[in-house]
């Protein structure tokens, strides 16, 4: 029985060989059957840019008193508002991802995109003091649970359903989608009026949850395992498939032999996820550029509206023309130069040479002397865009489609982290210098301490190293010796 089963096996792993070599229709066969959870995200995404423009205004009509672009009360809010939001997200994102290989991604995706919906209702209706403070309240909370939620699954609905060297491609296909949603929200933003705009963003995370329930499948291909085209993946097939065959054949041979196998543990603490962690050496080196890369971006996001708004008196319209050709540029970049990258350069490189255009952006914006400089530098956007499909790429390669969950999880977890150490250090530094009591005059000073962690990110990634997994590789040894 137990050889039989083994046989079955192995011939299905041959044949989806055979069918993971068809190159670019295998890509464009996936991409179709990605299309609901694409579509998913495309709705999430419309919904978060779409407010994104005119949440500056808001914040700063509601709690500043008279027109004062410089209030630092609207600068601490937000900072405290992400500094909550990811410490809640820290625990949470591991969590969600351990429970979505255990439970089903779909259900998971259900919650966090209900709640999401009450906090741009409330704005919808009404947007003073009152209002706006319930709705600081419900986004902070909820945001504990949603924030970033949709993008570490639908990654790691990527990751199961699409495997090998057309992993990373299908990230910037996400990526992309995403940035694409941005294009139409911020194009919206534009031309809406305020309370429109946050209705339509309710309504749209309304029919992207409805949406998801109806038409999005769990698995695509229950079948098709890990089938891939470089040695680091189809080590990984051996090694899962070796532990799924011994979990039906050990209650029926009580007398075989058994041995453990590395990722059959269930991870159900932060405890036993960092030791999860600890056990591919690649695997860590990518979360610390992650850690860099995202303290970095969400330092930027504290800081950038508010220096624009007091240098140069952005205002809604300005930030909507400006986020509108970063996501075009973007969008671009990532469906159509990113998949080129990848196969004449390789992941790491297009990881490090994404960090390195992302320093050079921050580093001119902080000593911008004219309007038109925050404009001029959306050509570095794609190296950002760059970065985190790089990184969900690189991390993916380092275990099984049946561990992807965990693994974006903590990444997600540790972007949390970052998320929540930012603000701490940005915001402050950003109110003090864009006031009449800084130690000099830089009111870019914060964009440049940016930079900085940029180029710590930069050098980290120049130590990753093409391999697979030392663990894939010794569990591939023991599998081969039984």
């Known amino acids: 029985m137990h050889y039989c089963i083994i046989a079955a096996r192995e011939l299905k792993v041959s044949l989806g060989e055979e069918r993971g070599g068809r190159g670019?229709?295998?890509?464009?066969?996936?991409?179709?059957?990605?299309?609901?959870?694409?579509?998913?995200?495309?709705l999430s995404g419309f919904a978060g840019y779409l407010v994104r423009p005119v949440m500056t205004d808001v914040t700063v009509a509601a709690v500043c008193s008279g027109i004062n672009d410089s209030c630092s009360l609207a600068v601490y809010l937000t900072g405290v508002q992400q500094v909550t939001v990811g410490i809640?997200?820290?625990?949470?994102?591991?969590?969600?991802?351990?429970?979505?290989?255990?439970?089903?991604?779909?259900?998971?995706?259900?919650l966090p995109m209900c709640l999401s919906i009450l906090p741009p209702a409330i704005l919808g209706y009404r947007r003073d003091i009152n209002f706006f403070y319930a709705f600081y309240i419900t986004k902070?909370?909820?945001?504990?649970?949603c924030r970033g939620t949709v993008d570490c699954l639908a990654q790691a609905y990527v990751a199961k359903n699409v495997h090998g060297k057309k992993r990373i491609s299908m990230f910037g296909v996400f990526a992309?989608?995403?940035?694409?949603?941005?294009?139409?929200?911020?194009?919206?933003?534009?031309?809406?009026?305020?309370?429109?705009?946050?209705?339509?963003?309710?309504?749209?995370?309304?029919?992207?949850?409805?949406?998801?329930?109806?038409?999005?499948?769990?698995?695509?291909?229950?079948?098709?395992n890990d089938n891939s085209d470089d040695g680091g993946s189809n080590n990984q097939q051996k090694v899962h498939d070796d532990g799924d065959?011994?979990?039906?054949?050990?209650?029926?041979?009580?007398?075989?032999?058994?041995?453990?196998?590395?990722?059959?543990?269930?991870?159900?603490?932060?405890?036993?996820?960092?030791?999860?962690?600890?056990?591919?050496?690649?695997?860590?080196?990518?979360l610390v550029v992650t850690f860099f890369a995202t303290l970095s971006q969400s330092g930027m996001q504290s800081a950038f509206m508010y220096f624009m708004k007091a240098r140069f008196g952005f205002n809604k319209n300005d930030f909507a023309e400006l986020f509108l050709l970063d996501n075009i540029i973007?969008?671009?970049?990532?469906?159509?130069?990113?998949?080129?990258?990848?196969?004449?350069?390789?992941?790491?490189?297009?990881?490090?040479?994404?960090?390195?255009?992302?320093f050079l952006n921050a580093a001119i914006l902080s000593v911008a002397w004219s309007p038109w400089i925050p404009y001029a530098t959306t050509l570095l956007v794609p190296g950002a865009m760059f970065v985190?499909?790089?990184?969900?790429?690189?991390?993916?390669?380092?275990?099984g489609s049946g561990e992807q969950g965990k693994v974006q999880g903590c990444i997600a977890g540790v972007k949390s982290l970052a998320g929540v150490i930012a603000p701490c250090v940005f915001s402050p530094l950003t109110a003090l210098f864009l006031s009449e009591n800084a130690p000099f005059y830089f009111p870019g000073f914060s964009l440049l301490c940016i930079a900085f962690s940029l180029m710590i990110g930069f050098f980290q990634s120049l130590l990753l190293k093409d391999l697979p997994s030392p663990l894939v590789n010794k569990a591939t040894s023991k599998v081969a010796t039984h």
């Open 330 to 358: 973007g969008s671009t970049s990532q469906l159509f130069i990113l998949p080129i990258l990848v196969s004449a350069i390789g992941e790491r490189w297009v990881l490090s040479t994404g960090l390195l255009m992302d």
């Open 88 to 110: 809640g997200t820290v625990v949470m994102m591991p969590v969600i991802g351990n429970l979505s290989d255990r439970y089903g991604i779909k259900a998971l995706l259900t």
């Open 24 to 42: 670019g229709e295998m890509v464009e066969y996936r991409l179709g059957e990605l299309r609901h959870m694409l579509m998913t995200v495309f």
């Open 245 to 286: 065959l011994r979990m039906l054949a050990e209650p029926i041979l009580k007398d075989a032999p058994t041995k453990s196998h590395v990722f059959n543990a269930k991870y159900s603490s932060l405890k036993d996820m960092a030791s999860f962690i600890k056990k591919s050496p690649i695997l860590v080196q990518t």
């Open 176 to 224: 992309g989608v995403k940035t694409i949603s941005g294009v139409f929200a911020t194009f919206s933003a534009r031309f809406l009026p305020i309370a429109s705009t946050f209705q339509v963003s309710a309504i749209s995370l309304f029919v992207g949850l409805v949406y998801m329930r109806v038409f999005l499948t769990e698995r695509l291909h229950d079948e098709d």
């Open 140 to 145: 902070t909370l909820f945001d504990m649970v």
């Open 388 to 399: 985190m499909p790089s990184v969900c790429g690189i991390a993916s390669r380092q275990v």
